[in-house]
Structures are given as structure tokens and as C-alpha cells.
């Protein structure tokens, strides 16, 4: 399948890096990932089955990870035991940027790309962003999909502090190769999905071509500082007019079934899935079946 790429200039400071699948005629995905996670999270079977589907299929990069532009030296913000309390009460924390900023990279992503519309999809850190942009960019968004995220609301349960400590302890940046890919090994049997284990080869494999892609953690306390400068997304929520389908793991200790459920109330009409499990990625065994629920969403817009 041929891949194009591109860079679309957001401002000043921010460019962002993006691939591009399919037929230019057919209706656009936009792909939005999570969390210090590169496009290739979005694995290239998974985009292919989109394609075969009927779809043009763009993903990227967020700001501050893989090939995009990174702010290099900027603080993230406030303390993280502040953050997490202020978190949990569903209140915003000080940020260098906000998830807001990031759902703007991808309205200007569309505007390079010349597209007015897209069904847009969001997984993780990529699913709070999905949201605000379905409400902010609302004439923009056809349909919504939205896997294992939250509207981080107050009082949602924390994640597992196993899942949690994962993501924000780890190596020195500095660290070898291989200290740095088998950290990466680590954290995704610890965030992985129990019912659908990736093989140690494959897992491997997928961290040294991460590593080697663009290895830039410094980027991911800036993102936690994203997440926790929107603070709750449900005023967001409610203003989501886009046929939405939310798609979460049962087993997922990172992000629980919870924040998943509260989406799904929060959106008028949202419809909830839920896969025994899953946990936080994306298992090659249910890659039909999700795609299946997100075209079944595509379908409703009229």
C-alpha cells in the first residue's frame, strides 16, 4: 500500500508530520494517537483495513513526539502529586499547552491537507483530544470514534499505580538501545491486553522500530502536562453533535472501563463497546471488530 507523507506547518513552533493512505477521493479518517505514542501505534494492517473499507486514512504525530516538531526545554507545568490531585477533582493544572492546542494541530492537519470533513478517531491521550475537537471543530467532524480514553471528569477511578508508574518511570533518556527497548517490552505486558499478548519477537520488533523511528521521551511529561491542563472534558461532551461509537477494554488498569463509560454518557446518543480482554493497545485479533463498530459509526451520517 503506498504511504505518502508530508509535513504541515502549525505555527511558528509547531510542524507537524503526517502519513497519508488510500484513495484521495475516498472519506477521510483522521487518526489521532495517544500519549508520547508515535503514528505507528496505528499499526499499517489496522490502516489497511480501513483502506479496504472504502476510506482515506491520514495519521500523525502529535506535537512534542515522533517526527514532529518537539519543545525542546519547556517545562511541563505544575508538580505531578498537584496535577494528579487536581485531576481527580476534574480541575485543570498550569501547561505549557493544552489538549485544546493539540485538537487545533489537527483542524490545521485537515486545512493542509485540503479536507473540510473527516470521521475522526482518537485512542488514549488521542481520544480527550477527538473530543474536544468534535466539539470545537463540530461542522468538521462527520463521525467520532473514541478507544480506551476519558473525559476526565472528577472522581473517575485512577489508574492502576502499577499502569501509571510504567509511563512516567523509566531509563534515563541517555540510556542505551537496549535498556530503552527493553523498558518498552516492559511496559506493554504491564499495559498490554492480558486476552491478546503480543509474542516477545513481535514486542521487540515494534520497540526497536520505535527507538529507532524517534526516541524523545522529554515529550511525554509535556503531554501529561496537556492532559492535565484541559482538566474535565465532559462541558466538551455534551456539545458533541457527531454519531459517536466509544470503544474500551474491560481489562484496561491504565485507562479503566470507567472513563470510557462516562464518554459515552456524556455524548448525546454515544454508543458504548466493550471487549473482554482488551486492555490498553490495540490487539491484531480485534482489529475487524473494531474497525467493523467504527464503520458501522461512519455509517450513520446522513
Known amino acids: 500500500m503506498e504511504i505518502r507523507s508530508g509535513t504541515a506547518k502549525i505555527s511558528d513552533d509547531v510542524e507537524i508530520y503526517f502519513e497519508d493512505?488510500?484513495?484521495?477521493?475516498?472519506?477521510?479518517?483522521l487518526l489521532v494517537m495517544g500519549l508520547g505514542a508515535q503514528l505507528l501505534l496505528w499499526r499499517n494492517g489496522f490502516c489497511e483495513k480501513l483502506v479496504d473499507q472504502g476510506y482515506r486514512v491520514v495519521r500523525y504525530d502529535n506535537r512534542d513526539v515522533g517526527l514532529s516538531s518537539k519543545l525542546?526545554?519547556?517545562?511541563?507545568?505544575?508538580?505531578?502529586?498537584?496535577n494528579l490531585l487536581r485531576s481527580y477533582l476534574g480541575r485543570p493544572s498550569?501547561?505549557?499547552?493544552?489538549?485544546?492546542?493539540?485538537?487545533?494541530?489537527?483542524?490545521?492537519?485537515?486545512?493542509?491537507?485540503?479536507?473540510?470533513?473527516?470521521?475522526?478517531?482518537?485512542?488514549?491521550?488521542?481520544?480527550?483530544?477527538?473530543?474536544?475537537?468534535?466539539?470545537?471543530?463540530?461542522?468538521r467532524t462527520n463521525a467520532l470514534g473514541i478507544?480506551?480514553?476519558?473525559?476526565?471528569?472528577?472522581?473517575?477511578?485512577?489508574?492502576?499505580?502499577?499502569?501509571?508508574?510504567?509511563?512516567?518511570?523509566?531509563?534515563?533518556?541517555?540510556?542505551p538501545r537496549e535498556v530503552i527497548v527493553e523498558n518498552?517490552?516492559?511496559?506493554?505486558?504491564?499495559?498490554?491486553?492480558?486476552?491478546y499478548p503480543v509474542t516477545e519477537e513481535q514486542a521487540r520488533a515494534d520497540a526497536i522500530e520505535a527507538y529507532e523511528r524517534a526516541h524523545?521521551?522529554?515529550?511525554?511529561?509535556?503531554?501529561?502536562?496537556?492532559?492535565?491542563?484541559?482538566?474535565?472534558?465532559?462541558s466538551y461532551d455534551r456539545q458533541i453533535s457527531a454519531p459517536t461509537v466509544v470503544i474500551h477494554g474491560r481489562a484496561d488498569k491504565l485507562m479503566r472501563p470507567a472513563g470510557g463509560r462516562s464518554i459515552a454518557s456524556a455524548i448525546p446518543n454515544a454508543r458504548l463497546v466493550l471487549f473482554d480482554g482488551m486492555a490498553h493497545d490495540l490487539p491484531e485479533a480485534l482489529w475487524d471488530d473494531v474497525v467493523g463498530e467504527l464503520k458501522t459509526t461512519f455509517a450513520e451520517v446522513n
Not at 493512505?21 to 479518517?29: A, F
Not at 480514553?149 to 540510556?175: E, V
Not at 511496559?187 to 491486553?193: C, D, E, N, Q, T
Open 21 to 29: 493512505m488510500g484513495n484521495p477521493g475516498d472519506p477521510p479518517v
Open 147 to 175: 478507544i480506551f480514553s476519558s473525559n476526565n471528569s472528577a472522581f473517575l477511578p485512577p489508574p492502576a499505580p502499577r499502569a501509571l508508574l510504567s509511563l512516567i518511570t523509566g531509563p534515563a533518556p541517555n540510556s
Open 184 to 195: 518498552s517490552i516492559r511496559v506493554g505486558k504491564i499495559i498490554g491486553s492480558p486476552g
Open 216 to 234: 524523545y521521551p522529554q515529550g511525554i511529561a509535556r503531554h501529561f502536562g496537556a492532559v492535565f491542563g484541559s482538566g474535565s472534558l465532559k
Open 94 to 139: 498550569p501547561s505549557v499547552y493544552k489538549l485544546e492546542d493539540m485538537a487545533d494541530d489537527a483542524a490545521v492537519l485537515l486545512d493542509h491537507l485540503g479536507l473540510d470533513r473527516a470521521h475522526v478517531v482518537g485512542a488514549s491521550m488521542g481520544g480527550m483530544i477527538a473530543q474536544i475537537f468534535a466539539a470545537r471543530h463540530s461542522h
Open 72 to 82: 525542546h526545554g519547556q517545562r511541563s507545568g505544575g508538580g505531578l502529586v498537584p
